[in-house]
């Protein structure tokens, strides 16, 4: 199935795709397999200049398109990508790795995505405010202009897509960078864009050098708006880079979720969701539950049930039958793991599961559960973007709290009680983006996603997702 693959891919700029021909070439590698499955061009400057002049040649055309017209080709896009999510989503498991299902879930997940910002773009009015006779202000919200959006490799097609369908809605032309390493499927996601007939020039994709690219971009006032999913230290780079012509930004910078596990809670759905929960995409989640905190009572028998549950987990080539985890999704991620779990290992920790890599020649790691991890392992400090759940007991509420809020950053929180005051006081307490209580349901679409602290700034998704990429504008009249 993975031969689906093209053996070779396009940039787009300015309404034509581009072969590699003479320009640096990034091979893209099958996680699988460590085999190169594709060649893909990297863009010269020239190439990145001639996108910028679209961008800003586009945006005015695109801005004055009522908006009913911006929706009817966002939803027909909408349609041509559930119609075509087994293909992309058989080359996102080539490129990426999760398992088929997974992967073509995220493309039918992307199109509603779709579909909810050509919604909310026709429901986002301004105001007036009424004046003595013949006097009035007016409150507008207009496109912020031309964007720079930047994504990674673990959600191929749904990050770029909550980037992509409110900067398309709202009015803006964009410019996407998606992650070298898994190119090909959100490739087709524009060009399910195009086949829906959004103009030339309006959505382009590029690859390079990442610094090169953002750089390059980032530098020209073309650009008005960043949008950047990644990690802390490249978040903030590119915020300092902005500085220089005063382009907004909205950070989603990744995070290190904490799971409050309470002894009033329905321990067999909390312990069927976090297993099922932890594993999906290898651990490989931004809001993937990590820190997970056990209250004293329950916790010896929680960390057996969880192990046992984890134990089940099928690992394989995601393109096998019956497989929950594929591989990681590059080999930095096994080396990552290695050195968390080795650390966690010295200072104490146990390691009830897993705790290694597979014999491979892909980048597969064993489904991992550590238990009793000191504060001090870096593994309950640095996101560890792997399939990893590290375990500690707690006793009160407010020592739960304090755990929970001890790092520096603030994405997703989980909690798990059948006491509604507990659950309030987690809720209103725990510093954090997104919090779920008794469901790890942080990601629905229509509410707004986005972290505190060091996991970035601005929300994307719903309403809130669409007005990141707006100007207000107040206009006085008499
Ligand atoms: P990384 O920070 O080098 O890369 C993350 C993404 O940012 C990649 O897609 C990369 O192409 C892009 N990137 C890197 N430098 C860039 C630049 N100067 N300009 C524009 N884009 C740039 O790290 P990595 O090795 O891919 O992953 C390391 C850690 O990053 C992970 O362990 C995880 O903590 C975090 N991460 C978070 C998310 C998320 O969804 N928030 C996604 C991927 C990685």
């Keep these: 199935m993975s031969n689906t693959y093209p053996p070779s891919l396009q940039l787009h700029i300015d309404g034509e795709w581009i072969d590699v021909e003479d320009r640096d070439v990034h091979h893209v590698v099958n996680p699988s397999t460590g085999k190169t499955i594709s060649d893909l061009p990297k863009a010269s400057?020239?190439?990145?200049?001639?996108?910028?002049?679209?961008?800003?040649?586009?945006?005015?055309?695109?801005?004055?398109?009522?908006?009913?017209?911006?929706?009817?080709?966002l939803h027909k896009a909408a349609d041509l990508m559930r119609e075509r999510a087994p293909e992309i989503g058989r080359m996102m498991t080539a490129e990426q790795g999760k398992p088929v299902g997974q992967a073509t879930g995220e493309v039918t997940a992307s199109a509603a995505m779709f579909d909810v910002m050509a919604e909310e773009a026709k429901r986002c009015y301004g105001r007036v405010l009424v004046r003595p006779t013949g006097q009035n202000s007016f409150v507008k919200y207009q496109p912020v202009g031309p964007v720079a959006a930047f994504s990674p490799w673990n959600f191929p097609v749904y990050t770029p897509a909550r980037k992509l369908a409110p900067a398309l809605a709202a009015g803006c032309s964009i410019i996407l960078k998606p992650a070298e390493e898994t190119p090909a499927s959100p490739i087709e996601m524009i060009r399910c864009l195009l086949d829906a007939g959004l103009p030339a020039g309006t959505a382009q994709v590029v690859f390079g050098d990442p610094s090169e690219v953002s750089s390059h971009l980032i530098a020209s006032d073309i650009i008005r708006k960043i949008s950047f999913t990644g990690s802390v230290p490249v978040g903030r780079h590119l915020m300092k880079l902005a500085t220089e012509n005063m382009q907004r930004t909205t950070m989603e910078l990744g995070g290190h979720a904490p799971v409050l596990v309470f002894d009033d809670c329905d321990l067999d759905k909390a312990l069927d969701l976090l297993a099922m929960q932890k594993y999906r995409n290898a651990g490989q989640v931004c809001v993937?539950?990590?820190?997970?905190?056990?209250?004293?009572?329950?916790?010896?028998?929680?960390?057996?049930?969880?192990?046992?549950?984890?134990?089940?987990?099928?690992?394989?080539?995601?393109?096998?039958?019956?497989?929950?985890?594929?591989?990681?999704?590059?080999?930095?991620?096994?080396?990552?793991?290695?050195?968390?779990?080795?650390?966690?290992?010295?200072?104490?920790?146990?390691?009830?599961?897993?705790?290694?890599?597979?014999?491979?020649?892909?980048?597969?790691?064993?489904?991992?559960?550590?238990?009793?991890?000191?504060?001090?392992?870096?593994?309950?400090?640095?996101?560890?973007?792997?399939?990893?759940?590290?375990?500690?007991?707690?006793?009160?509420?407010?020592?739960?709290?304090?755990?929970?809020?001890?790092?520096?950053?603030?994405?997703?929180?989980?909690?798990?009680?059948?006491?509604?005051?507990?659950?309030?006081?987690?809720g209103d307490m725990v510093e954090a983006g997104m919090v779920a209580i008794n469901n790890l349901t942080v990601s629905p679409g229509d509410a707004p996603f986005g972290g505190v602290k060091q996991s970035g700034h601005g929300s994307e998704d719903g309403p809130d997702g669409l007005k990141a990429y707006m100007v207000t504008k107040a206009i006085h009249q008499s």
């Design 288 to 426: 993937s539950p990590t820190r997970f905190y056990v209250q004293s009572g329950i916790y010896e028998k929680f960390a057996n049930e969880f192990t046992k549950r984890a134990e089940k987990v099928q690992v394989g080539d995601g393109f096998g039958d019956n497989i929950d985890m594929g591989p990681l999704a590059n080999p930095r991620r096994p080396e990552a793991m290695e050195k968390l779990i080795s650390d966690a290992k010295a200072k104490g920790a146990t390691v009830r599961l897993g705790g290694e890599a597979m014999d491979s020649d892909g980048y597969f790691y064993r489904p991992t559960v550590l238990t009793d991890v000191p504060l001090q392992a870096d593994i309950m400090s640095n996101e560890p973007f792997g399939p990893v759940a590290a375990m500690r007991p707690f006793d009160t509420l407010d020592e739960a709290i304090e755990q929970a809020n001890r790092l520096p950053l603030g994405l997703a929180a989980y909690a798990f009680t059948n006491s509604l005051r507990t659950a309030n006081i987690v």
């Design 45 to 73: 400057k020239a190439d990145l200049d001639r996108a910028l002049d679209a961008a800003k040649r586009a945006f005015p055309i695109w801005r004055d398109t009522p908006v009913a017209a911006r929706a009817a080709i």
